[in-house]
C-alpha cells in the first residue's frame, strides 16, 4: 500500500516537473505571465510531493518492509533505527529520490524568498532546475524504482530472470503472482555504518545540487542576453555553500577512510574519489574567475564555461558515486542507467555550450589584460593550474578506455600516476598563493612584486635551511615547506598591514581592527583564511606521502615492535559482541617512547556475522608532530602464540585535519551574509554605472 | 604584442601540463590482463608492471601469520564487461570461474596482512610481476566481493 503510494506520487512528480519546465519555457516564449506563474507553482509543488514519497520510503524502510526491493537491499532487523533512516541514501535508488528531493527544495528556495527581485531570470532557473528534477525523478519512476516489489508464483518460488536474478516491478509479472516477503534484509555495508559515513554523501550531494543554482542562473543570462555580472553576484553565496558542502564531504570521506578503512592513508585517487573532486577543482577555479568579472569585466566567456563544466561534472560524479560502477572502469556500462545519464550530461552539455556560443560576442571581456603579473593574470593562471589538475584527473579515470579503444589492451594508471602528475601543478597553486595576494589589479611588475615578497621569500629559505638540517633533507618535501612557510608568511603580513592600517585610521585597538577587517572585506579575509589552511593540509599530506614509515610483525603478549621511536607492546587481546550485531576482537597494546609509557591503543576487528565481512579499526595516537597508527591483523586465541600488527607512523597528518576545520571556518567567513545583502534592486533591466555599484552588495 | 606575451605564455603552460601527464602515463602505466593474457604472454611481459585481475580459488589460500607470506590461486574470469554480462553478471561469472577445473590458473604470492575480504569467490585484482617460474609476486592486493546488496536474491521468502 505504502509502496504504491510512494510510487504513485513520485510518478506525479516526474509529471508535475515536466510539465513546470514545459510550462515556463512556453510562458517565456509568449510572454505570458499566467503560464509562468502556473509553471512557477508547479514548481513549488515539487518539494512537498518528493517530500510525502520520501516520508513513504523512511516509512517502509523503518518497518522492515523487505518486500520492497531496495528495503530488502540496504536494511536489516538488527540495524538500529537511525542507520535504517540513513539508509535512504546509501543505495542507488533511495539516493536518487534524496537528489531530486534537495534539488526540488533548492529550487523552491530561490524562487520563494527573490521571485520579485530576480523576475527576468527565475523563469529559465525554473526550466533547468525543473527538467534536472524530471530526469532524476525519470530514473527513479523508469529504471531504479525504490518500491518495486519482489514476486513469488503461486509454488512459492521466488520469480527470476534466466541469470537467476529476482525480477522487481510495481505489478505482478505474471497472473497468480504474489508479492514475495523475505524474512530479513542484506543490510547496509558495515563499512558503511560510520558517523562519517552517514553525513558523507548528503554533504557531498548538497554541494553538488547546489552547483545547479549557479548554473541556472548562467543559462538563465544567456538565454535572457543579460550577460553583466549580475547572475554571478546574485548566485555567489550559493557557490560559496556548494564549495562548502563539497569540501566538506571530499574532508569527510577522507577522514573516514583513514579512520575506518585500515591502510593507513586517506585518500586512494579511486575513481569514485576522483568524481567527487572533478566539480571541486571546477568550482575553485570558478570562485576565483568570477571575481576578475566583477573588478574588471574579464573572462565572462570562460565562467560560463566553467560553471556548465561544473554542472556537468555534477551530474558525472553522481552517476559515477551512486551508480555501482564503483568496481572497476570496465563496469562503466554496468547499470541500466548508465547510457540514461550519459545521454543527459551530452545533451545539457551541448545545448549550453550552444548557447554560449550564441551568446559568444556579448561576453566579450570590457578590458584587456595588459600585465602578466596584475592580479588578474596570476588569477587566470590559477584557473589553468585548476583545469590542468582536471585534466590529469578526467584522463586518469579515461584513460583505460581510450587505451582500450586504440590498442585494444587495458593500460590502467594508479596513484603513483596522480601524485606525479598532480605535485607540481599544486605546488604552482601555491607559489600564486604567495605571489597574487601581493600583485595589483592592471598591471605589476616585477620590481613591485619583488619589493612586496623579498622579507617573507628570506624568511622562507630561512626556515627551509633550518629544516634541511634538523628534519629532513628530501628535496620534494623542502621545496613544498619552502613554499608553505612562504604563503603562510605573506598571507600573515597581509592580515598584520591591513589590521595596523585600520588600527591607525580609526583608532580601534588591534584586536578588535582585526575582527572589525573580517567584516569589512568577508571575501578577501575568509579567502586568506582558506589560504592558511591550505597550506596547514599541505605540511599534513606532504608527512603522510613523503614520510609515512611502516612495520609489521607478529608478537606474543608482553612482547613489542619498534618503528621511529616508538615501542608497541602487545599486553592482550579480548572478545565480546559489539552493539550492532558484530563480534568484536579488540586488541590492547602499550605505546613507548623510549622508556616513558604514553598510553594505551586499541586496535580492533569487527566481524559481521550476517554480512560475514570484517572491519579494520585501527587505534590511533595523534599528536601534532606524528600519528601512530596500529592495526590489529590477525590473532591467535591462546594469546601466547601471538598476533599480528600492522603499524605506520603518519609524521604530520594531523595539521590536514586542523587545516580541514580551519578551511570550513574559512568558508562560513567568505559565504557570511552582508547586512545590506537585500538591498539589490529589483527589476532593473539595464545596466548602468548607479546599477553595478549598487549590486556589489549583493550577495 | 600585450597578446602575444599571452599567447605564448599560454602555449608553454599547455606544452608543459601534456607533457607532465605523458611522462606520467608513460612512467606509472600498469597492463590490466586477464589471467589467460597473462599466460599468453609470460615470455614479453615477466618483470613487467602488471594488474592481473581474477577469481580467487578458496581451498587454495594458504596464509603464515608468522612471515605475513599469503599465497592463493585466481582463477581466468573475462575482463568484458558485455561476456561477464552474457554469462549472468559479476557473481556467476566468479563462481562458474572457480568451480571449472579447467580453467587457467595464477598462482599469488603476496607479503603482508591478509585482507578482510580475501574470500573464495571474490574478486581479486593485483599488482605486481611475473617471474620466470609462472608465479605472480603482487606487490598490491585489492578485492572486490560482488556487491550482493544490490544483485543477490533474497534466499528465505516467507509465507
Redesign the interface.
Known amino acids: 500500500m505504502v509502496a504504491d503510494f510512494g510510487y504513485g506520487v513520485i510518478t506525479i512528480a516526474f509529471l508535475v516537473a515536466l510539465y513546470s519546465g514545459g510550462a515556463a519555457i512556453y510562458g517565456e516564449r509568449t510572454k505570458s505571465a499566467d503560464w509562468i506563474e502556473s509553471a512557477r507553482r508547479a514548481m513549488l509543488l515539487l518539494w512537498p510531493l518528493i517530500s510525502l514519497c520520501a516520508a513513504s520510503l523512511i516509512y517502509l524502510l523503518i518497518t522492515n518492509h523487505f518486500e520492497v526491493s531496495f528495503v530488502y537491499e540496504v536494511t536489516s532487523r538488527e540495524m538500529p533505527t537511525y542507520l535504517k533512516i540513513t539508509a535512504w541514501w546509501g543505495g542507488q535508488a533511495g539516493s536518487l529520490v534524496f537528489w531530486s528531493w534537495l534539488m526540488a527544495a533548492f529550487a523552491s528556495l530561490v524562487t520563494l524568498r527573490k521571485w520579485d527581485r530576480d523576475r527576468e531570470f527565475l523563469p529559465w532557473v525554473i526550466v533547468v532546475t525543473s527538467i534536472t528534477t524530471a530526469f532524476f525523478l525519470s530514473l527513479v519512476v523508469f529504471y531504479e524504482n525504490p518500491f518495486s516489489f519482489f514476486w513469488q508464483g503461486p509454488n512459492g518460488k521466488l520469480i527470476t530472470d534466466a541469470a537467476g536474478n529476482a525480477i522487481k516491478g510495481m505489478l505482478a509479472p505474471m497472473a497468480g503472482a504474489s508479492i514475495a516477503i523475505p524474512q530479513d534484509g542484506n543490510g547496509l555495508n558495515p563499512l558503511l555504518r560510520h558517523p562519517g559515513m552517514i553525513i558523507h554523501p548528503p554533504m557531498l550531494y548538497l554541494g553538488f545540487v547546489s552547483f545547479v543554482i549557479p548554473f541556472a542562473f548562467a543559462i538563465a543570462a544567456l538565454i535572457t542576453g543579460r550577460t553583466d555580472d549580475r547572475w554571478i553576484r546574485l548566485t555567489r553565496r550559493w557557490t560559496l555553500f556548494a564549495w562548502l558542502f563539497l569540501s566538506c564531504g571530499l574532508v569527510l570521506g577522507s577522514r573516514w577512510a583513514y579512520d575506518v578503512l585500515g591502510w593507513g592513508g586517506f585518500w586512494g585517487w579511486d575513481p569514485v574519489e576522483i568524481a567527487a573532486l572533478m566539480p571541486w577543482l571546477t568550482g575553485t577555479a570558478f570562485l576565483h574567475s568570477v571575481m576578475i568579472q566583477e573588478k574588471r569585466g574579464m573572462l565572462k566567456q570562460w565562467n560560463m564555461l566553467l560553471i556548465i563544466l561544473t554542472y556537468s561534472l555534477v551530474i558525472f560524479g553522481t552517476f559515477l558515486t551512486r551508480t555501482g560502477v564503483l568496481s572497476s572502469v570496465h563496469a562503466f556500462a554496468q547499470s541500466a542507467i548508465g547510457p540514461a545519464f550519459f545521454v543527459f550530461i551530452g545533451v545539457t552539455f551541448v545545448v549550453s555550450v550552444a548557447l554560449l556560443i550564441y551568446r559568444w560576442p556579448d561576453l566579450r571581456g570590457e578590458t584587456e589584460m595588459k600585465s602578466m603579473l596584475s592580479r588578474e593574470a596570476l588569477f587566470l593562471l590559477n584557473n589553468l593550474l585548476f583545469i590542468s589538475v582536471l585534466v590529469v584527473c578526467f584522463w586518469g579515470v579515461v584513460f583505460p578506455i581510450i587505451s582500450q579503444l586504440f590498442t585494444g589492451q587495458t593500460v590502467t594508471v594508479g596513484p603513483p600516476f596522480y601524485q606525479t602528475a598532480v605535485a607540481p601543478l599544486f605546488a604552482g597553486l601555491m607559489l600564486l598563493m604567495g605571489v597574487a595576494p601581493l600583485s595589483a589589479w592592471g598591471h605589476s611588475s616585477l620590481k613591485t612584486l619583488g619589493r612586496a615578497i623579498w622579507k617573507s621569500a628570506v624568511a622562507a629559505l630561512v626556515v627551509t635551511a633550518i629544516l634541511s638540517f634538523t628534519y629532513t633533507n628530501n628535496l620534494i618535501a623542502l621545496v613544498g615547506f619552502f613554499l608553505v612557510v612562504l604563503v603562510l608568511l605573506v598571507t600573515l603580513q597581509e592580515f598584520w598591514r591591513a589590521t595596523r592600517a585600520r588600527s591607525k585610521a580609526t583608532q580601534e585597538n588591534f584586536a578588535l581592527s582585526f575582527w572589525n577587517l573580517f567584516g569589512r572585506d568577508r571575501r578577501r579575509y575568509g579567502g586568506y583564511v582558506i589560504h592558511i589552511s591550505m597550506m596547514l593540509m599541505a605540511i599534513g599530506i606532504l608527512g603522510i606521502n613523503l614520510f609515512q614509515v611502516q612495520t609489521q610483525g607478529t608478537v606474543s603478549t608482553n612482547n613489542s615492535l619498534s618503528l621511529s621511536g616508538y615501542t608497541v607492546k602487545y599486553d592482550s587481546v579480548a572478545q565480546f559482541p559489539g552493539p550492532d550485531g558484530q563480534q568484536v576482537t579488540r586488541a590492547v597494546v602499550s605505546v613507548y617512547q623510549g622508556n616513558h609509557y604514553l598510553g594505551d591503543l586499541y586496535p580492533r576487528i569487527d566481524y559481521y556475522p550476517t554480512e560475514q565481512q570484517n572491519m579494520t579499526i585501527p587505534g590511533n595516537r595523534s599528536t601534532l608532530k606524528d600519528d601512530l597508527y596500529t592495526i590489529l591483523v590477525d590473532w591467535q586465541p591462546a594469546s601466547t602464540n601471538g598476533a599480528t600488527f600492522k603499524i605506520f607512523v603518519n609524521p604530520l597528518v594531523n595539521w590536514l585535519w586542523i587545516g580541514a576545520i580551519l578551511f570550513l571556518f574559512g568558508i562560513i567567513i567568505a559565504a557570511w551574509p552582508d547586512r545590506d545583502a537585500e538591498r539589490v534592486p529589483a527589476r532593473v533591466h539595464h545596466v548602468n554605472q548607479t546599477e553595478s555599484k549598487q549590486s556589489s552588495a549583493a550577495d | 604584442m600585450?597578446?602575444m606575451?599571452?599567447i605564448v605564455?599560454?602555449v608553454l603552460?599547455l606544452a608543459a601540463?601534456i607533457y607532465?601527464?605523458f611522462?606520467?602515463?608513460k612512467?606509472?602505466?600498469?597492463?590490466?590482463?586477464t589471467v589467460d593474457e597473462l599466460k599468453a604472454k609470460s615470455t614479453s611481459m615477466a618483470g613487467q608492471d602488471v594488474?592481473v585481475?581474477g577469481a580467487v580459488v578458496g581451498d587454495t589460500i594458504q596464509y603464515n601469520?608468522?612471515t605475513?607470506t599469503l599465497a592463493f590461486d585466481v582463477a581466468q574470469v573475462p575482463?568484458?564487461?558485455k561476456e561477464v554480462?552474457a554469462e549472468?553478471?559479476?557473481a556467476?561469472v566468479l563462481h562458474a570461474a572457480v568451480i571449472d577445473p579447467n580453467r587457467a590458473r595464477l598462482q599469488i604470492i603476496y607479503n603482508?596482512?591478509?585482507p578482510?575480504?580475501l574470500?573464495n569467490e571474490a574478486?581479486a585484482?593485483m599488482?605486481g610481476y611475473l617471474d620466470s617460474n609462472g608465479v605472480f609476486h603482487a606487490d598490491e592486493l585489492l578485492l572486490?566481493?560482488p556487491?550482493?546488496?544490490?544483485?543477490?536474491?533474497?534466499n528465505?521468502?516467507?509465507?
Open positions: 600585450g597578446r606575451k599571452f605564455g599560454g603552460i601540463v607532465l601527464i611522462s606520467a602515463t612512467a606509472n602505466a600498469e597492463y590490466f590482463m594488474r585481475s601469520a608468522k605475513l575482463s568484458d564487461q554480462d549472468g553478471g559479476l556467476a603482508g596482512p591478509k578482510d575480504l574470500k574478486q585484482i599488482t572486490k566481493c556487491t550482493k546488496y544490490q544483485e543477490a536474491v533474497p528465505q521468502v516467507g509465507e
